[in-house]
Each structure stands twice: as C-alpha cells, then as structure tokens.
C-alpha cells in the first residue's frame, strides 16, 4: 500500500526567504515521489522527481526536493521564494513494490508568498 | 511544446443529463488518465488508459464511463449527472509507466458544474 502526507494545509514565507513544503510518505517497496504545482485554475505542473541516486534532487523553476529514506520524507525547497512561487502544492508517492502504477496525491500544500 | 487538451473547458448540466469530456494526450504519449478534483481537494483517480485498453481503475462511479481511442485521445462518459459530480477533471497522459517512471503531463481540465 502506498499513501502521502502533507502535514502542512499553508505554509506563509515572506519573498526572499527560504522556503519548505513538507511531505512524508508510506510503501511497501521502495518510493518513487514526486511534486507538482498548480495554479488557480490550471492542471497541475510537474516539477521534479526521485527514483533512485542522489538524495537531493533539483527541479523546475528553482526548486528541489530532500530525499530522507530514513525519515520517510520528500521536502520540497527553494532558497529564495518568490510572489510568484505562489500556490497549491501537492506531492505524489508510488510505490515500486505495487501492481499499480498510479500514484497517490497528498492533500495539498497551500504556499503563500508575501511580498 | 503541445500539451494535454481538454475539451469542453467549462460545462453546466443538469441533474440526471450525461456529459463527455474529451481529452487529447500530449503527441507519442501512450497512457491517458482521468482524476476528479473537488474544491480544496486532491486530485483523485478515475481511470486510466493504456495503448487503449484500461490499465487501471480507481474510484470511478459505476454511472461513468470512459475509453481511449485508435489515435489515443480518450473520452470520459458520464450518465446520471448528480449534483455530487460537480468538480474538475483532469486529464494527464504519459509515456508508457511499465517502460520507466514517467511523469504525468496534466491538462488544463474540465470544469463541469451540475445544477
């Protein structure tokens, strides 16, 4: 079975601070996650994703994400918001060991940069 | 780059009428797939479509149906329209998922609102 945690319903940053999108994650095999973004009305944007190798992986628009096995989690982070980073963020876990190959979405992460 | 279309963009029904939502994958895509978001909710998975056979299958209601055709574009049929129903669709294609970890390319969905 696989599911996904965003235990954060919005996250507040101020712009050019740096900013975290918190994910946590359950399977039986091994994880491949994901992160898109969507913006007010629009399907969602894929913006980076773990399958194997290196922990930290860099992806659209100047985010990258933390690969923690050992914490079961896939932060997404940038160093420096911007207002425009604004929006609805969700994470997306699959698991390797399943028969599925669709993955499940978190609830979401409203991220509201000020300026 | 093409993207995913989605037809109709916007759609207002009434109760118990159908509706079919058109969706055309991104150009060598192979798989198709269908979610259903209510407000402030996550996305969650309908159906799916490879090579125009159904790969999987999640909480699609027994009153919707949905296939994919010979030039790969798919249609999500929905009969019994209940007010329940009101929500965006979304539509994603992929590269084959048995052939790696491909990401999901998500259109921009169909806003469909039962009165």
């Known amino acids: 079975a696989q599911s996904v945690a965003q235990p954060e319903d919005q996250v507040n940053v101020a712009e050019g601070n740096p900013l975290t999108v918190k994910c946590t994650y359950s399977?039986?095999?091994?994880?491949?996650l994901f992160w898109y973004v969507q913006y007010p009305n629009r399907g969602l944007q894929f913006l980076l994703k773990?399958?194997?190798?290196?922990?930290l992986v860099k992806g659209s628009y100047g985010f990258e994400a933390e690969f923690n096995k050992s914490q079961t989690s896939f932060h997404l982070k940038k160093p420096s918001a911007l207002v425009s980073d604004s929006a609805l963020y969700f994470c997306a876990v699959r698991d390797d060991s399943g028969g599925s190959y669709i993955p499940t979405f978190g609830r979401g992460t409203s991220l509201i940069v000020h300026p | 780059a093409a993207g995913v279309i989605q037809s109709p963009r916007h759609l207002i029904k009434e109760k118990r009428e159908t509706a079919t939502l058109k969706c055309y994958p991104i150009p060598r895509h192979d798989t198709v797939y269908w979610y259903q978001q209510g407000p402030g909710q996550d996305p969650q998975f309908l159906i799916s479509f490879y090579e125009k056979m159904q790969s999987d299958k999640g909480s699609i209601p027994d009153r919707f149906s949905a296939q994919q055709f010979s030039d790969y574009h798919s249609e999500l049929n929905m009969s019994s329209l209940e007010l329940g129903d009101s929500a965006l669709y979304f539509c994603?294609?992929?590269?084959?998922?048995?052939?790696?970890?491909?990401?999901?390319?998500f259109g921009p969905g169909t806003r469909l609102t039962v009165l």
């Open positions: 399977v039986s095999g091994n994880p491949y």
């Open positions: 773990y399958i194997t190798g290196d922990n």
């Open positions: 994603a294609s992929s590269l084959n998922p048995l052939a790696g970890v491909n990401e999901q390319f």
